[in-house]
C-alpha cells in the first residue's frame, strides 16, 4: 500500500529564498505554486537551482500550480502552457491549475474549476 506524502506548499517566485528552509522539517515533497503570473520567474532557471538544492536529498517537487484563467485570458493561457511543458524539469508529476472562468458573463459569474493535470510521460497540450 502507498503512503500519503507530507508536502507543502511554497510561493514559487520565493521558491529559491524559501526552499532552503523548508528542507529537513519532515516535508517529503514540495508544490511550488504561482498566481496569476510568474512574477518574472524564469522557470527554467529556477527548475535548475531547485534540482542542485534536492540533489542527494529524499525530498522532491511534486507539483507546479499556477492558478489563473486560462479561458479569459490568452496571455494565462500561454504561462500555462509554458508552467506545463517545463514541470517535468523540476521533476514534477502534476500541474495544478484553475479550469478558469467567464466572469460577469450575462450578468453572472461561473464558477471556477481546479484542475490537476499528470505531466509525467505524455503530451498534456495539443492544438
Known sequence: MKQIKIGTCIQGPRAEEWLPGFLGKGFETFSLNFH????GTDLEQ?????????EGRP???????FYC?????PEHRKTLEQVI??????????VSTF????????GKKLHVILVF????G???LKR
Open 85 to 94: 511543458r517545463t514541470a517535468g524539469r523540476f521533476g514534477a508529476d502534476h
Open 99 to 106: 479550469a478558469g472562468a467567464f466572469e460577469d458573463r450575462h
Open 117 to 120: 493535470i499528470h505531466v509525467r
Open 69 to 73: 484563467n486560462p479561458i479569459q485570458y
Open 46 to 54: 529556477l527548475a535548475g537551482k531547485t534540482e542542485k538544492l534536492l
Open 36 to 39: 496569476m503570473s510568474l512574477e
Open 59 to 65: 525530498e522532491r517537487i511534486s507539483t507546479i500550480g
Open 122 to 124: 505524455r503530451q498534456c
